[in-house]
């Protein structure tokens, strides 16, 4: 639809230049040369044909070979002209094979006209800077209200067009809730509002919405498309990252008003500030918002680039309106920015911390971000760490040389029991010598080796397993112990089992889920087993010494599990085995037979034929897991080798007040660690040491790089403040310097757009050569020109553009002006427009009472249909689990956003998928919206809800109810012929649910919100039909 | 999966529903909102038909997500067998991309299939034993021995493959047929996506919205899931205890109140909302039967396989594909995953060649039969090749293969293409194509010519530019035109 607008209105002024004045080059012919010219004959000197350039006068002016291609006053002389007429394939401009049609007559001359009048060319209209111009004089002069005013009407007046009279009072105080709240007003509010006919009655509930907190929640929203903001990292596995606090800071900045030349500052370059606050470093997300890769394979390089080039292309989106991207692979076909010029402002962000192929759920660089009690309790536990490492260091000195002594009889001291095992499996690679002792596996499935904890180790993908014989002796009828190492990548796998998939489900399993060990010893399911896991999470993510003991004993007090050589304290679920457990299957390694393949790293398993006692378990650890260290030089150990050395020396051989300082030590560490492990992280930008040179990459590419280049600005826009540093910082400086073009006429026409459903230059995201030109040029440069000299005041701009006369029309137009403008251009009305999904499904909240107003947080997941993350995820391992509480009802901005799979409630309505940078969402309008709206969980809990609110106070008629329903959706009473429609739906309805008092109870009992539970179901199930009715309402979906 | 939009109508049903239009409003001058829900794109300045007269006027698109060998499948090189073993010639390999999984590999070992293969049907095509079904069918298929992309990982090939270009944003192919060619049904959306796990031990790579997405385009042309589990098509069914009758009572109700409000507001769009909610209503009661195979005689569920009785499979998808291709739906995209046989190529590939060999060369005979196959195409095929070289170890029944982009194997029916018929060729190691390459945007310009779309002619305008599926690259493949 917008597009469709926008092409109206194209050919609206390119078919109509006024005949009595001369042609303007901007908008009369800019427009026709830009769109079938520019490509062979514009800025990109590499697709230029004939050596002619038609964007430069001076070029195009130059003869070239003897012939004059453009010779102003003399169309017919001008061979550009003569190549226009001619009638021959090969010589006619277009040419015929670009794809394109001829130009049409009229184009044609519009051409010669201008050629005629002297061929004047002017500066792209978006490359000057604006100018203050006075507001022009109408005739008509009580409508206006602000000077912003005077620019509609006087061209309403050229047009012969008078306003639309004033919206009704209701319909006007829903309009300016939703635009800048995005919530309906309550029937309290509005009675307020209905019952203050003075004018001071308005702009006071403009400033109470403005300071609203959901204010801000409204404002991100918009600004959260422009950031690609998700919670997902996007390509791939698609793995979960913590960007909220970023969100938050965007709701908080709009709130506080932060000025938007801070704000951008704030956003692109917060870490170069002096000494930058945690705010001012988390405002930097919005360059880490872009998707990141995980796929093993990437090159690495190849996704770094690509990251870099998002950056500068939203940011050239956002700040500049120019679509920069188009002149990363060659010199810009339409606009005046070279390649070169592309890769002086790719310079500004390539010099970050980062990784291509990024394997963390939250890419580094992060910010651990903290409370400011947080941040003291933080100082303070990395202060008793340091304060404890530095004691123990004390006492650990003077043990050097006994330390040195006892590191070279320590392997003879170390090391697994004497006894043979009875299974065995090393994990060396084919081929290698078997290590005596034991029935070795048989490995199924192909396995990649790498370094171990001795020797080698294995690396599975759910797709391998190492296979025992069925009389390998594991059951509840014999003592034994197991021992293996593990680095498991996923969080529920099966490590090993000798156990019936299903019946009886006899035998032996551990499994690890998500770092708790579950040992399973079954003889018959529920009825005779032995069931228990460890309390904690054993370590993860490094390697893990796990050793599971059993006495035989058939009691889980005979049972033992070690992790690290220690013993882990073990929750019991069943504790009732009476029978062997025995089985006649094999035991396998990495694979339970009804799957939950291993994820991740295995190395030297063994089974012994009795229960260990810790001392042993302890001395297993101890001897591979420093079976490296020890054998490793002593000049050649790393820090982590010499720190284990340590921690066994001291266990070992340690005077009492080392081991107390050594204990000491490891408790501070692990206290601060797991203070950290737990505060929320933010994705910020933050400069290597090392600035890395930027070059040219040659058609784009991140393996063809050409000469080097410097940070710097495109020629044509103005030059960088002199002290402006050669970093994020210089640019942001000069993104917000007062003269720039582009910057403020940007971000005034999105806040135009927002409070008029289309920006000024109906192509928010193209203020170049394609892109459209202003409706009214004078108003926004008048707008820009104020934004600045108010210091960039976000909520005064909101307030004048809200509070104006141009806003305050009806947007009720009669059929000839709809005809005459159906697009809305001249702004004889005000527009009427679908609302953005959030809207709906949060005015269905508010309406319902069901919204929880709390601002920020992690984000939430409502109500979505099962399934469709395990249709898309990696094995379809991932479910999404709705919150069994207030996150079903939260605003839809902080609904999480996963980019490969995007919430469907917004998604249906137009929502973006947020992988790349959007300043505009289209409105379309398709019958799936209409299933949304009428059969979601949370859509039909909603309606519910609302029937409950308007059932509660009591002695209080269907009318009354009636009425109530549509002043909390629609802002107004019902007129007696809607009434009546409602009640005659009721009545219908209410026999219906009365007759089948079951259907009743379904209807009522969706959802999980208690509202209208303790209601006769049948007239709660009616009056939920009826809501549903209402909340479908065109007008309740539209906002007029 | 995001799910979305659109019925278009009929320009028959157009005509009539702005008839009723303009008698209901008196306004006189339609609807712009109508129109583009009825036929999305008319007003972009899309061509919302043809450029010229098209071979195939719907797509079934047998995405087999993950890479496929066709070393194993289609490409025979018999000649491997007696170098098997022996490494891979580096010469040969030059400076082609490698994946991070294999380019620290230290020894690149050829390795010839382990299945065996035997030429079939009149045109002689070599089919491996693993597609006994597909290989009864060759004279219907037209084999591009010599497809070859850039991309050597999945979510960059996939997305290349499906929007043209290997990082987000771009509309989908499927999108691009709605924007261009909208519906021919008015119940049912122009763009179906089906999807399906396949059987192969080794974990499915995931899949991304932006594959059936709309990119720029306006988000009505975006592919709609049609799912085996829950609603079919999301949020379908009435809630729990609100039946027919009572929504037809509401929907009654709402347009009444509508048609009351556009009288206040002298808003022609507000009867395109009603008839939105029509539709909705009408697309209700239309998808449940057609999901329904309750209707399909036994010798169907016999053709397909077996596993076309179980919602959810590839088999079932084939059989609810030829449905909507009955129905008029425009873009049939299947996917089914799990093709990534990086380790254990013999066990999994069977697997998976198991999960759609009968039913795809039943969807082709299927349609061929009832006279749907000469204008609908079908595609088979996924996002690149795999390497002769063995990822990892080479043993005697067990090998893996790793992404390979230089050449891989895909097949098209149907729709106007040339049945019979083996394109491309490549070199004896099975590495590079050395006759008649064929790009991914060579055979998207192909398929859309196929559409009767001029691919240099399907544009968007989006940020200033003229935008296309196959970016500013492409030709038509003329020799595999029938």
């Not at chain 1, 087993?529 to 005979?558: F, K, N």
């Not at chain 1, 009636?962 to 429609?981: I, W």
């Not at chain 2, 790579?205 to 079919?232: C, E, K």
């Not at chain 2, 380790?343 to 039943?362: E, H, M, T």
Request: net charge neutral.
């Amino acid at each position: 639809m917008r597009r469709a607008t926008f092409l109206l209105w194209l050919l609206a002024a390119a078919s109509a230049p006024a005949a009595d004045a001369p042609l303007d080059y901007n908008r009369d012919v800019r427009p026709l040369l830009s769109n079938r010219c520019f490509k062979c004959h514009g800025p990109d000197a590499a697709a230029r044909r004939g050596k002619f350039r038609l964007d430069v006068r001076e070029e195009a002016l130059a003869p070239r070979d003897g012939l004059v291609r453009l010779a102003p006053g003399r169309p017919d002389e001008s061979e550009l002209m003569l190549r226009i007429l001619s009638p021959h394939a090969d010589e006619v401009m277009p040419p015929p094979d670009d794809g394109g049609r001829p130009l049409s007559p009229a184009e044609q001359a519009l051409i010669r006209r201008w050629i005629a009048e002297g061929a004047p060319y002017a500066p792209h209209w978006s490359l000057v800077p604006p100018r203050n111009a006075a507001p022009p004089a109408t005739r008509e002069v009580t409508w206006p209200v602000h000077d912003l005013d005077r620019f509609v009407l006087a061209r309403l007046e050229r047009e012969g067009l008078s306003p639309a009279p004033v919206a009704a009072p209701a319909t006007l105080l829903r309009r300016v809730s939703l635009d800048l709240t995005g919530l309906p007003p309550t029937p309290a509010d509005l009675d307020r509002f209905l019952a203050d006919p003075s004018p001071a009655a308005y702009a006071r509930e403009v400033d109470r919405l403005l300071a609203s907190p959901a204010f801000g929640e409204r404002m991100a929203v918009d600004w959260l498309d422009a950031a690609r903001y998700a919670d997902t990292n996007g390509f791939f596995r698609d793995n979960t990252r913590q960007a909220w606090p970023w969100r938050d800071w965007v709701v908080d900045a709009f709130n506080r008003n932060l000025p938007f030349d801070q704000f951008t500052l704030e956003q692109l370059a917060g870490d170069l500030l002096p000494e930058p606050s945690q705010a001012q470093r988390i405002a930097t997300g919005f360059n880490r918002n872009h998707g990141v890769s995980g796929e093993t394979g990437i090159i690495d390089e190849e996704y770094r680039v690509e990251y870099v080039a998002d950056r500068v292309e939203t940011t050239a989106t956002v700040w500049l309106g120019l679509t920069l991207g188009c002149a990363r692979c060659h010199d810009h076909k339409y606009d005046p920015i070279s390649q070169r010029e592309y890769f002086g402002l790719f310079a500004y962000f390539n010099g970050g911390v980062e990784r291509g192929l990024v394997n963390p759920d939250d890419p580094p660089p992060v910010l651990d971000v903290t409370t400011p009690g947080q941040k003291t309790r933080l100082a303070e536990l990395r202060q008793a760490r340091t304060a404890a490492e530095r004691e123990l260091k004390v006492v650990l000195e003077p043990t050097e040389s006994a330390r040195e002594a006892w590191t070279r009889r320590a392997a003879a001291e170390l090391g697994a029991p004497p006894d043979t095992p009875l299974a065995r499996h090393d994990f060396e690679p084919p081929g290698s010598e078997p290590a005596p002792g034991g029935v070795a596996g048989t490995v199924h499935g192909y396995l990649n080796h790498e370094g171990g904890v001795v020797g080698e180790a294995a690396t599975f993908d759910g797709t391998q397993h190492v296979e025992f014989p069925a009389d390998t002796p594991l059951s509840a009828a014999q003592p034994w112990t197991l021992s293996l190492w593990v680095r498991p990548s996923n969080s529920l796998v099966c490590l090993l089992a000798k156990i019936e998939p299903a019946g009886d489900r006899t035998g032996v399993e551990v499994l690890w889920a998500k770092g708790q060990i579950q040992v399973n010893l079954v003889d018959r399911w529920v009825a005779s087993a032995l069931e228990v896991q460890t309390r904690d999470p054993v370590r993860r993510g490094d390697w893990t010494h796990l050793v599971i003991t059993y006495d035989a004993s058939r009691r889980a007090a005979g049972l033992r599990v070690y992790a690290d050589g220690r013993e882990a304290p073990l929750q019991i679920t069943r504790d009732n085995l009476a029978g062997p457990a025995v089985n006649a299957l094999p035991l396998r390694l990495g694979r339970r037979d009804s799957g939950l393949g291993y994820y991740g790293q295995m190395d030297q398993f063994r089974l012994l034929g009795r229960a260990l006692s810790p001392a042993e378990v302890r001395t297993w650890y101890w001897g591979e897991r420093l079976a490296r260290p020890l054998a490793a030089a002593a000049g050649a150990r790393d820090a982590r080798a010499r720190d284990l050395l340590v921690d066994c020396f001291v266990e070992r051989e340690g005077a009492p007040a080392l081991r107390a300082a050594h204990a000491a030590a490891a408790a501070a560490r692990a206290s601060e660690e797991e203070f950290r492990a737990q505060l929320p992280k933010a994705l910020v930008m933050q400069e290597a040491a090392q600035p890395r040179p930027t070059r040219v990459l040659l058609r784009g590419q991140y393996d063809a790089p050409g000469e080097e280049v410097r940070p710097g600005v495109p020629a044509v826009l103005p030059p960088l403040p002199g002290d402006a540093p050669a970093n994020r910082l210089g640019l942001a400086r000069w993104l917000v310097r007062p003269d720039h073009p582009l910057t403020a006429r940007v971000a005034v026409n999105r806040l135009w757009a927002l409070c008029f459903g289309e920006g000024l230059v109906a192509t928010a995201n193209d203020f170049g050569a394609q892109g459209a030109l202003p409706t009214h040029p004078e108003l926004l440069d008048w707008l820009a020109t104020r934004y600045v000299a108010s210091g960039w005041d976000t909520k005064a701009l909101l307030r004048l553009l809200v509070t104006s006369a141009t806003y305050r029309q009806s947007s009720v137009a009669p059929p000839a002006l709809r005809q005459r403008d159906p697009a809305n251009q001249l702004l004889a009305r005000a527009p009427s427009f679908r609302l953005p999904a959030e809207m709906i499904r949060d005015q269905a909240l508010a309406a319902s009472g069901l919204l929880v107003a709390r601002v920020g947080g992690p984000p939430v997941k409502p109500y979505q249909p099962p399934g469709l993350w395990e249709a898309v995820s990696y094995n379809g391992e991932l479910t999404y689990e709705i919150d069994p509480g207030e996150g079903r009802w939260r605003r839809s901005l902080y609904t999480f956003w996963k980019r490969t799979a995007p919430p469907p409630a917004l998604q249906i309505l137009d929502g973006p998928t947020r992988e790349t940078c959007v300043v505009s969402r289209p409105r379309t309008n398709t019958p799936l919206q209409a299933l949304l709206l009428l059969n979601d969980e949370g859509y039909v809990e909603a309606a519910r809800a609302l029937a409950a609110r308007v059932l509660a106070p009591p002695r209080r008629n269907d009318r009354a109810r009636g009425t109530e329903l549509f002043r909390l959706v629609v802002a107004r009473a019902p007129d007696p012929e809607e009434l009546a429609a409602v009640e005659g739906l009721l009545t219908r309805q209410l026999r219906r649910y009365r007759d089948d008092p079951a259907a009743a109870r379904r209807l009522a009992g969706v959802g999980v919100a208690p509202a209208g539970r303790d209601r006769d179901p049948a007239e709660l199930a009616a009056w939920t039909a009826v809501a549903q009715t209402v909340l479908n309402l065109d007008e309740a979906v539209t906002r007029r | 999966m995001p799910a979305a939009p659109q019925p278009h109508l009929p320009p028959g049903n157009l005509a009539l529903t702005r008839r009723q239009l303009l008698g209901r409003t008196a306004t006189g001058i339609g609807s712009l909102a109508l129109a583009s829900l009825l036929r999305p794109g008319l007003l972009a300045g899309a061509p919302a038909a043809p450029h010229f007269a098209p071979k195939a006027k719907r797509v079934i698109y047998l995405f087999m997500h993950g890479g496929p060998s066709q070393l194993d499948l289609f490409d025979h090189k018999p000649d491997l067998r007696r170098r098997h073993g022996e490494e891979l010639p580096a010469s040969l390999r030059g400076t082609q991309r490698l994946t991070g999984m294999t380019s620290g590999q230290k020894a690149f070992p050829v390795t010839a299939s382990l299945f065996q293969f035997a030429r079939h049907g009149r045109s002689g095509a070599w089919v491996s034993e693993l597609l006994p079904h597909t290989a009864g069918i060759v004279d219907e298929l037209c084999f591009i021995r010599s497809m070859h992309t850039e991309a050597i990982n999945h979510d960059p090939a996939v997305t290349l493959l499906q929007t043209g270009h290997q990082q987000p944003g771009r509309p989908s192919f499927g999108s691009w047929a709605s924007y261009g060619l909208g519906s021919e049904n008015r119940d049912l959306p122009a763009f179906t996506v089906l999807l399906s796990r396949g059987s192969a031990a080794r974990p499915a790579d995931p899949l991304y919205a932006r594959l059936w997405g709309s990119g720029f385009l306006p988000s009505n042309h975006q592919g709609v899931g049609f799912r085996s589990a829950g609603d079919p098509v999301l949020y379908l069914s009435n809630p729990p205890g609100l039946d027919a009758a009572t929504r037809r009572d509401q929907l009654d109700t709402l347009a009444a109140l509508n048609r009351r409000a556009a009288e206040r507001q002298l808003d022609p769009e507000i009867e395109t909302r009603v008839a939105q909610y029509e539709m909705a209503y009408r697309m209700q009661a239309s998808v449940p039967g057609l999901l329904d195979l309750g209707d399909e005689p036994a010798r169907s569920f016999e053709a397909y396989g077996p596993q076309s009785r179980v919602p959810g499979t590839f088999a079932a998808n084939c059989l609810l594909a030829r449905r909507l291709a009955e129905r008029g739906v425009r873009f049939i995209q299947l996917y089914h995953r799990g093709w990534d046989q990086h380790y254990n190529l013999p066990s999994d590939l069977r697997l998976q060649a198991g999960d759609v060999d009968q039913p795809g060369a039943a969807l082709v005979r299927d349609l061929k039969q009832r006279g749907l196959l000469d204008d609908t195409l079908v595609i088979w095929g996924g996002e690149f090749g795999r390497t002769t070289y063995s990822q990892g170890r080479l043993e005697a029944a067990n090998y893996g293969r790793d992404h390979h982009g230089g050449c891989f194997t895909l097949w098209l029916a149907g729709g106007g293409v040339k049945p019979g018929y083996i394109h491309g060729e490549t070199d004896e190691f099975c590495y590079q194509v050395t006759r008649d390459p064929v790009h991914v945007h060579d055979l998207n310009a192909t398929l859309l010519h196929l559409l009767g779309l001029d691919h240099t002619r399907l544009t968007y305008r989006f940020q200033g530019r003229d935008y296309r599926l196959t970016d500013v690259h492409g030709r038509v493949i003329q020799p595999v035109l029938a």
